[in-house]
């Protein structure tokens, strides 16, 4: 397993942006499919974003899509979520995920993680 650790959390007004960041630990970061998930107060978790394990390939929640964008350096063991366009709704704290992968395909199913970070906290202000 990888080391998750997440930055970048913070109060934003709406219509802002944010960049979330997540290092992990570990040599075999590259095989990795890592993803964004979320969880407001009183909410299930929920998947925000995906990328494959060489950041070819990337999928998203059809509530961010167009707002947010996934991206990684495997170079440097990083994981980034930018996000834009910012509303209210988008207040949770979110997560990084990490789960070894053969195929280089993203996955967007939080049972198939095996790796999490402890979160940071993004508050949107209307």
């Known amino acids: 397993q990888v080391q998750l650790v997440e930055s970048g959390g913070g109060l934003v007004q709406a219509g802002g942006s944010l960049r979330l960041s997540c290092a992990a630990s570990?040599?075999?970061?590259?095989?990795?499919?890592m993803g964004w998930f979320r969880q407001a107060p009183g909410k299930e978790r929920e998947f925000v974003a995906a990328?494959?394990?060489?950041?070819?390939?990337?999928c998203y929640a059809d509530s961010v899509k167009g707002r947010f964008t996934i991206s990684r350096d495997n170079a440097k063991n990083l994981v980034f979520l930018q996000m834009t366009s910012l509303k209210p709704e988008d207040t949770a704290v979110y997560y990084c995920?990490?789960?070894?992968?053969?195929?280089?395909?993203?996955?967007?199913?939080?049972?198939?993680?095996?790796?999490w970070g402890q979160g940071t906290q993004v508050t949107v202000s209307s």
């Open positions: 570990g040599r075999t970061f590259s095989s990795y499919a």
């Open positions: 995920a990490g789960g070894f992968r053969v195929r280089d395909v993203p996955v967007h199913q939080g049972y198939e993680y095996n790796s």
């Open positions: 990328i494959s394990r060489s950041g070819g390939s990337t």
